[in-house]
């Protein structure tokens, strides 16, 4: 239920940015090393918010990978104490 509710909330917030973001047209220019680009703000902000939700996918994942391998290895160490001693 908490998800569903967290999900409808974020979907709100993100067609509220759209809204606002598609009624501001203003130009801004990126300076490069190598070259000039030039994006609506609204473009600008789009793709700067994809790219942290993207990075902070990848940092989550890595750690939710970590985690899991550490758990099976501490699992692993349980079953291995609580095997009957043999004789």
Do not use: C
Not at 39 to 65: E, K, Y
């Amino acid at each position: 239920m908490a998800l569903i509710f967290l999900v409808i909330i974020s979907l709100g917030l993100l067609i509220g940015a759209i809204v606002i973001g598609a009624n501001n047209t203003s130009v801004v220019v990126l300076d490069y090393f190598w070259g000039t680009q030039s994006f609506t703000l609204a473009v600008l902000l789009a793709l700067t918010f994809v790219l942290g939700v993207v990075l902070a996918s990848l940092v989550w994942g890595m750690f939710s990978i970590q985690l899991k391998m550490r758990m099976s290895s501490l699992e692993r160490k349980i079953k291995s104490f609580n095997k009957p001693p043999v004789n």
